[in-house]
């Protein structure tokens, strides 16, 4: 069997999620997310998430990226397995706490749609990670994701209540104490990424902007209410990180460090 044709999981850790894929070669298969482990990694987990696809009875090669270290010790027992770091990643000028996630979205991104790309990630967290023509990290900014807005309004205040994202847009002037909670953090983060798209495109006029993360479809359809024409949503481009990260060579993986 070649290499073209192995078949292998990309698992990037999200702090709400694991986001997996399936991919055989370079080619990415299916992907889903799960919640976090809370039992060590079996290969009889992976053939349940992946039923069709993983026949092979051995372990299956995993290329793991986390941004949660709490859950390394659910990996430790799992035989085939690589990490990748930032030192895997062939983009210049990376700090170095900058997270593995936003470095792999905006690789795969690039490689996906060109550079220079602007990749905005609606996940836990909420991040912007620009990157130019040359590669190299212009840099971003990370604000507090959808969920965490609202989760941290009911955690510190003694009135404000536990709010669901609505499927459409909140009224913006609202007389009702939930209603004002949906509109405040909604119509701020659509205005934030306009500001911070608009401003993008003055440095790079060429460039796409990509959105990505668990709130991607809903900040999507939020703008696409507002007739305003929203960034492509893009779910896959974590995995074409990865699958660019282990096509440039196997070997610049990490291979002796446990995540
Ligand atoms: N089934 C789901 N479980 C958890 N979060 C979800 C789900 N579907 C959509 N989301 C949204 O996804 C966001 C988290 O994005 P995600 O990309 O999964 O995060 P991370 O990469 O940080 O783990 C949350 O704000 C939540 O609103
Ligand atoms: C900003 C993040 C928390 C986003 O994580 P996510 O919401 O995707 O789970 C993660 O990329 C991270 O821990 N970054 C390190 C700091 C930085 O990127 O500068
Ligand atoms: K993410």
């Known amino acids: 069997m070649t290499e073209q044709d192995t078949d292998w999981i990309g698992l990037m850790i999200g702090n709400s999620r694991l986001h997996w894929g399936y991919f055989c070669g370079q080619t990415l298969l299916a992907c889903l997310d799960t919640p976090h482990l809370n039992e060590p990694l079996s290969n009889e987990f992976l053939r349940q998430i992946f039923p069709k696809l993983l026949t092979n009875k051995c372990n299956c090669a995993l290329i793991v990226a986390s941004v949660v270290p709490s859950q ?7 035989g085939n ?70 989760a941290s309004l009911r955690e510190r205040t003694a009135a404000l209540p536990e709010v669901s994202l609505p499927e459409r847009l909140p009224q913006m002037w609202a007389k009702e104490t939930a209603e004002g909670i949906r509109s405040g953090i909604i119509y701020t983060i659509l205005a934030g990424i306009e500001k911070f798209s608009l401003e993008w495109l003055n440095l790079y006029p060429e460039s796409r902007i990509i959105l990505t993360g668990g709130d991607g479809d809903l900040i999507r359809d939020y703008w696409q209410e507002k007739a305003i024409k929203s960034p492509l949503v893009d779910k896959t481009i974590i995995f074409e990180g990865i699958a660019a990260v282990k096509g440039i060579s196997s070997c610049l993986i990490d291979k002796g460090e446990p995540i």
């Open 72 to 78: 390394k010790e659910l990996w430790a027992n799992y």
């Open 81 to 150: 397995l690589r990490r990748i770091t930032l030192k895997d990643i062939p983009l210049l000028d990376l700090y170095p706490t900058f997270g593995i996630d936003r470095a792999l979205a905006v690789l795969g991104a690039g490689k996906k749609y060109g550079f220079p790309c602007l990749v905005i990630d609606a996940g836990t967290a909420l991040t912007f990670t620009g990157v130019d023509g040359d590669k190299k990290l212009v840099g971003g900014a990370i604000l507090p994701g959808l969920k965490v807005q609202l």
